[in-house]
């Protein structure tokens, strides 16, 4: 079966750094409403929202104090619903962030549960005595550092927290929990949204007493649960947050038949350029022949059943420019990883501002950062000892901020994205480097992301044909072939910054798509630095 979801691409909003409406310097949903024309002519047929509900912001959303309520710095539930609609006349769908790892301890039900032991909501949420030693119950780490537990005065027991101390996990071992999810989920679907984003979900099976975080025993029975109580009554688009997510664990959360999720992000390609075994604050260069054969890996895992997500960026991890080089070709080098990518089998997740080729941008001081991680992370280190120098260092190549400075829109105040001061410093290149500017350049890296698209869209073999890797490819080139019915399509990518030669007996018919020129001389392409291209091609031997 098909679905409609597989022949589109998504493009995720950061709400608060997307177009501020009314100028106080965070972006909104009235903000979103007046840039839908750009993201139609973009080319994109879904918008993943990051979380627009109420929340004091601790984790800028994913810290949700009542999820039938609109965040009251990005609007109103009027909004919202006009949002919706006004989508869904450009032919585009919404896709909500569900955050039901957790709550923010502003959240009722939480607030409820701290009240008394005996409390209504207590037991939807980790409570745990002690240790003997009166410390925290067991050894578990918050993923923003420190204890995942944190001592109530009250009642004299902990609660878990994965993440801060303002978002407790939810106890999904409580079937209370379950429904009141459902419901919730329930309400948003009927609002005629189309499907969800679901942030960490790997970690609804925890079992904290036995130190077991993601990926617990019970996890695909509540999401086979959640399916058969919310979306699966419809065609909508699910896409679950996976870190740990090994290709054998990929295919219980996606394979048609156990009525789970469309599809899932895992994260491997993003961590190759961390040291092995290490937390990502700790690089290595990226070696393209890895990347390279990772994606191609996951393809071919999800040939014949699943569906693979195409994703370089989001909210979380820094702008991909980190795997460029600064320069005349950078521009083309970014060009490059998206056509590699995104003719690809699966559908494309592009994070807002990639399109226009976005760079990450340094902070000089503490006082820039905005992320409770980079921030936390800051002070435990200079507590440890480490200088501001080092630590800084780090966080600019890997914190969370740089992904999420502001839209780049035009050349004028603030780059268009709000007439006030915006929540965080935008990047300054954004005079040489904006949406307006990029609109009137053919040679943009926008111009280019809406070729890409408008062609993927259009084009059968890149939606539905097989992938079949190339059998030689030379170091640092990455070729591929889709097949559907008698078309052979080829994509070919020269990830380096020297000229290559690729070896093949594929006969080029037509050129779709490229970021240069390249020659051809009998059975060889020449590639120069970062060229890559999609061509229909015929013949070729039987591996080809
Ligand atoms: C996910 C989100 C991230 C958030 C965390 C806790 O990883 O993408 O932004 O901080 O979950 O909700
Ligand atoms: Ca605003």
């Known amino acids: 079966m098909s679905h409609w979801w597989q022949d589109t691409t998504v493009y995720q909003i950061y709400p608060r750094s997307f177009q501020d409406s009314n100028g106080d310097g965070i972006g909104d949903l009235r903000g979103i409403i007046q840039r839908l024309d750009y993201l139609q002519d ?3 047929g879904a918008l993943w929202l990051c979380p627009i509900y109420q929340s004091p912001n601790d984790d800028n959303g994913y810290d949700i104090a009542n999820y039938r309520e609109i965040m009251s710095e990005f609007g109103t539930m009027a909004d919202f619903d006009e949002l919706v609609s006004e989508a869904k006349k450009r ?56 204890s995942a537990w944190e001592y109530d005065q009250l009642s004299g027991q902990y609660y878990l927290h994965l993440f801060s101390k303002k978002q407790p996990d939810l106890n999904w071992a409580n079937p209370a929990v379950h429904s009141a999810v459902y419901d919730m989920m329930n309400f948003w679907l009927d609002k005629g949204i189309g499907g969800f984003r679901m942030d960490v979900i790997e970690l609804l099976g925890k079992e904290p007493d036995r130190l077991i975080t993601g990926n617990g025993p019970r996890l695909h029975e ?24 090994t290709p054998e664990i990929a295919h219980l959360y996606t394979d048609a038949d156990r009525h789970e999720l469309s599809m899932i992000f895992q994260f491997g ?37 699943g569906w693979p997500t195409l994703f ?45 080729g976005l760079r990450n941008h340094p902070v000089t001081s503490v006082e820039e950062l905005r992320d409770i991680e980079s921030i936390n992370l800051y002070h435990s280190r200079r507590d440890a000892g480490q200088s501001e120098a080092e630590i800084l260092s780090a966080i600019n190549e890997k914190g969370r901020d740089n992904a999420r400075r502001p839209m780049q829109w035009s050349s004028t105040h603030e780059a268009g994205f709000t007439t006030g001061k915006p929540w965080i410093a935008l990047n300054n290149d954004y005079q040489i480097r904006n949406a307006e500017l990029e609109a009137k350049d053919p040679n943009s890296v926008l111009a280019y992301y809406r070729q890409l698209l408008h062609l993927r869209k259009s084009t059968p073999s890149i939606l539905k044909g097989q992938f079949i890797r190339l059998p030689k490819e030379p170091d640092g080139v990455a070729g591929y072939i889709r097949t559907f019915g008698d078309v052979k399509l080829l994509v070919v ?52």
Request: hydrophobic share 40%; glycine share 8%.
């Open 42 to 44: 973009l080319g994109v």
């Open 91 to 146: 032919g585009m769908r919404l896709i909500m962030d569900l955050v039901v790892n957790h709550t923010s301890d502003e959240h009722a039900w939480f607030i409820d549960a701290k009240s008394s032991p005996t409390a209504e909501h207590r037991d939807w949420y980790i409570w745990r005595d002690p240790a003997p030693d009166g410390g925290a119950p067991n050894a578990l780490s918050s993923m923003f550092g420190g």
């Open 222 to 245: 509540y999401l086979q649960e959640m399916n058969h109580a919310t979306f699966g009554r419809g065609d909508y688009l699910t896409v679950g947050e996976c870190w740990g997510a």
């Open 269 to 305: 390609h993003i961590e190759l350029d961390q040291k092995p075994g290490k937390d990502k604050w700790e690089t290595r260069p990226l070696n393209v022949n890895a990347l390279r054969d990772l994606l191609f890996k996951w393809q071919d895992e999800f040939a014949s059943s």
């Open 312 to 356: 370089w960026s989001n909210h979380d991890v820094p702008r991909i420019a980190r795997w460029t080089i600064p320069g005349p070709l950078q521009d083309k080098q970014l060009k490059m990883f998206a056509t590699l990518l995104y003719l690809m089998k699966g559908t494309p997740f592009i994070f807002q501002g990639e399109e226009l």
């Open 493 to 544: 990518a020269n990830m380096t910054g020297t000229t290559q030669h690729l070896h093949t007996s594929l006969d080029i018919r037509r050129v779709l798509l490229t970021n240069g020129d390249f020659d051809r001389q009998q059975d060889d392409v020449i590639l120069p630095p970062y060229v890559a291209f999609a061509a229909e091609v015929v013949g070729g031997n039987s591996n080809e």
